[in-house]
């Protein structure tokens, strides 16, 4: 966060919390998205600097506490428990993807000052999300939903419990959002009593504790998406280059020696070789076809080889047989002598 200027009168301070939140509304509604439009990032920035302002004055005039109760608190500076609140929605909606992970965490320490004060003050009935201790925790923590085994009771028994816990926020976050813009009307006109207004910003900061707690459970997620890239660039930047193999010289290929001599001599300039020599550098260099195929596919052909060796014989042997009974039942079938007419009266 910015370095805090002076404390701002609490007239002042009024004024950067509604200007901030009125950005935040406009770049929320806008058409466009704010990662296409240069003049949607100005109005981030711009945010980003009111409300980061309003968060060093409301640090600087003390004015919340640990040490009190809800009831202490007037009703005219409730509003600005939502301070660090909008300064994280802003925060989260800056596009620079070099400064991604570090926006993000700032969006998430933001979120955590925020939902820590209501905690304090005891508004909302929720949990505070766990701070990671180091990043790798965090990554682990992204991704332990899909890491954790099916069958593990106690996984499955806190997937439905946070399931559950979602589905009650989503509805007490639409009931909250009813209830505001019944109450917005007379906030806006500037007809609100005392007690509505205290209910509005009450009202305010129980919409905002739900969408911290959603937006906690997405910046730890992408956290850990964030550090794994980083950490795969990491790694392909120090990978060692693979080796390269020597490009080949252009050459004529021949026969024999004799024949080499022969159009060596017409092209002087084209380097010439023997079909022995071309294998023998091919061979040294592991190009041919057959190198680098593993044993086992070898072990295979020759397994290969053997069968169908085996088969061949084996239908050979089955003519021969075929063949010696044809031979046996012919000779059944004609006697000795059977057509020979020569030596007949």
């Known amino acids: 966060m910015a370095a805090c200027a002076a404390t701002e009168e609490p007239v002042r301070l009024s004024e950067l919390l509604e200007s901030g939140w009125r950005l ?4 929320e509604s806008g058409a466009e998205p704010s990662s296409g439009a240069p003049a949607v990032q100005r109005k981030v920035q711009r945010g980003v600097a009111l409300l980061e302002r309003a968060a060093c004055a409301v640090a600087e005039l003390q004015l919340f506490s640990r040490n009190e109760e809800l009831e202490e608190i007037a009703s005219a500076d409730l509003k600005f428990m939502l301070v660090p609140a909008l300064l994280a929605a802003l925060i989260l909606k800056q596009v620079n993807p070099d400064k991604r992970l570090e926006h993000v965490e ?16 005891g ?10 201790s180091s990043r790798e925790e965090s990554e682990s923590a992204g991704s332990s939903w899909d890491a954790a085994p099916a069958s593990d009771q106690a996984t499955l028994i806190a997937m439905a419990s946070n399931r559950q816990a ?14 505001l813009a019944s109450l917005k009307t007379f906030i806006d006109r500037g007809q609100a009593e005392e007690e509505q207004i205290r209910e509005f910003y009450l009202l305010q900061i129980k919409k905002w504790i739900s969408t911290g707690l959603e937006e906690i459970e997405s910046i730890d997620q ?21 080796r390269c193999r020597p490009p080949l010289k252009p050459f004529i290929l021949t026969r024999d020696a004799a024949q080499a001599k022969v159009f060596g001599a017409g092209y002087p300039s084209l380097a010439t070789m023997t079909v022995d020599d071309w294998y023998e550098q091919h061979r040294k260099q592991g190009a041919l076809p ?3 195929i593993p044993q086992a596919a070898s072990g295979t052909e020759e397994r290969q080889k053997e069968e169908e060796g085996t088969k061949e014989e084996e239908e050979e042997e089955d003519e021969a047989v075929w063949k010696a009974r044809e031979w046996d039942e012919w000779k059944d079938l004609h006697p000795r002598g059977y057509g020979n007419r020569k030596n007949m009266g």
């Open 106 to 121: 700032r969006a998430r320490a933001c979120f955590m000052n925020f939902l820590q004060i209501c905690k304090d003050y």
């Open 166 to 179: 979602k589905i009650e926020r989503y509805k007490q976050k639409k009931e909250v959002e009813n209830q």
């Open 222 to 242: 992408e956290v850990a998406i964030l550090s794994r890239r980083d950490a795969l660039k990491k790694g392909s930047a120090t990978r060692p280059p693979g």
């Open 290 to 292: 057959d190198q680098g």
């Open 24 to 27: 935040l509304e406009e770049v």
């Open 123 to 132: 508004i909302g009935q929720f949990e505070l999300p766990r701070e990671p």
